[in-house]
């Protein structure tokens, strides 16, 4: 009997290894491709640009949920550089936004980081922006002016054409503030609305909840492993690092999936 176990594992690990890796490693939806997706970019770094995590965890599950994706990001100098161990603008030093967005590309063609401005609604079905505190500095000047804030001229051009052509948005942590200030009566979460601090977390950037309201837009509190969906706009947002932890990236993995699954299910719709 063990001796048949044996041949038996042996055998079924031969064939295994003669499968392509799409074999084990298939897309939750079995749609390779079908869909297409803008992720915008506003460098790289917490801080200063795209966070890391969330621009990274977006991809993952794009490609893990069998949709094909292109990247973006304003070919213009960023407001500023972020010394990440002091948190603090470094002296002297200025980057352009496209080239530090580059950093999350491989390959070569439409896996390279390209130009917003030659972003088409027309060739995507849906478009995606992680969050970080570019999106506040960078897409918008929000940092500086709030409520009143102004967007990037692409930024603010993509946001309204994927909404007035009924294709979905998805939204990272401070990504909100973006569509809030653009896109009348949307619905979106930023998390908490006040920092109720645990051992497992706070949510520090209660404030932006407050302002995204005064925008007009209803907020609705999440989780950071969920995700919210505006099913008549087609907005999907989920808390991301607007929560702040140590340890449980899991939880904002969890979201980002959320949100990208719900983005890829209001593209078939």
């Keep these: 009997m063990l001796a048949s176990r044996t041949l038996l594992s042996k055998q079924t690990l031969?064939?295994?290894?003669?499968?392509?890796?799409?074999?084990?490693?298939h897309g939750d939806y079995g749609n390779w491709g079908n869909t297409n997706v803008a992720v915008v970019f506003s460098g790289c770094g917490w801080w200063d640009g795209t966070d890391i995590h969330e621009g990274v965890y977006t991809m993952y599950h794009l490609s893990r949920n069998g949709a094909r994706f292109e990247m973006f990001a304003p070919n213009q100098q960023q407001m500023h550089v972020m010394d990440h161990i002091k948190k603090q603008p470094a002296s002297g030093e200025n980057r352009n936004m496209l080239?530090?967005?580059?950093?999350?590309?491989?390959?070569q063609g439409k896996m390279q980081m390209q130009d917003l401005s030659m972003l088409d609604v027309n060739s995507f079905d849906a478009v995606i922006?992680?969050?970080?505190?570019?999106?506040?500095?960078?897409?918008?000047s929000f940092m500086k002016d709030g409520k009143d804030c102004k967007l990037h001229s692409d930024v603010e051009r993509v946001l309204k054409e994927f909404h007035r052509s009924r294709k979905p948005i998805g939204l990272a942590s401070t990504a909100p503030v973006l569509a809030c200030r653009v896109l009348p009566s949307i619905e979106v979460t930023m998390g908490y609305e006040r920092d109720d601090s645990t051992r497992w977390g706070s949510w520090p950037y209660t404030g932006?909840?407050?302002?995204?309201?005064?925008?007009?837009?209803?907020?609705n509190g999440h989780e950071p492993y969920e995700a919210h969906v505006d099913e008549k706009n087609k907005v999907v947002s989920t808390p991301s690092f607007m929560w702040e932890t140590d340890y449980h990236y899991h939880y904002i993995f969890d979201g980002i999936g959320n949100m990208v699954k719900h983005v890829m299910r209001l593209s078939t719709k």
């Design 208 to 219: 932006m909840v407050q302002t995204v309201k005064s925008m007009g837009a209803r907020h």
């Design 99 to 107: 080239t530090e967005s580059a950093r999350f590309a491989h390959g």
């Design 129 to 140: 922006f992680p969050g970080g505190q570019g999106v506040t500095k960078n897409l918008s």
């Design 14 to 25: 031969a064939v295994l290894s003669r499968q392509p890796v799409c074999f084990v490693h």
